[in-house]
């Protein structure tokens, strides 16, 4: 089983940056696809990018193309996500997941998930 620990949350300004990191432990990080989701209040989680194992290929919501880029450094066993002109309704509980199953990478079916970061994007 992977335990995932996400961090780098916080409260920013419309336009804004921030950087969100998921740090991997329990098995072989290079074995997992990595993917970036975000819930907000009275809202279903969604997908918002998500990166092979090798970091061969990502993908992204329409919403975020542009603005954030996913990225993982399997010698530290974490993935990253930058965003870049956050927006107010960004605002949400960030969550990083893996899954070592390829079929899945770009859906939202992934196995392993962490507790959550808040990102709070204010006007």
């Known amino acids: 089983q992977v335990q995932l620990v996400e961090s780098g949350g916080g409260l920013v300004q419309a336009g804004g940056s921030l950087r969100l990191s998921c740090a991997a432990s329990?098995?072989?990080?290079?074995?997992?696809?990595m993917g970036w989701f975000r819930q907000a209040p009275g809202k279903e989680r969604e997908f918002v990018a998500a990166?092979?194992?090798?970091?061969?290929?990502?993908g992204y919501a329409d919403s975020v193309k542009g603005r954030f880029t996913i990225s993982r450094d399997n010698a530290k066993d974490t993935v990253y996500l930058q965003m870049n002109s956050l927006k107010p309704e960004e605002t949400a509980v960030y969550y990083c997941?893996?899954?070592?199953?390829?079929?899945?990478?770009?859906?939202?079916?992934?196995?392993?998930w962490g507790q959550g970061t808040q990102v709070t994007v204010s006007s």
């Open positions: 329990g098995r072989t990080f290079s074995n997992y696809d």
């Open positions: 997941a893996a899954t070592p199953l390829r079929s899945k990478w770009l859906t939202t079916q992934y196995d392993y």
């Open positions: 990166i092979t194992r090798s970091a061969g290929s990502s």
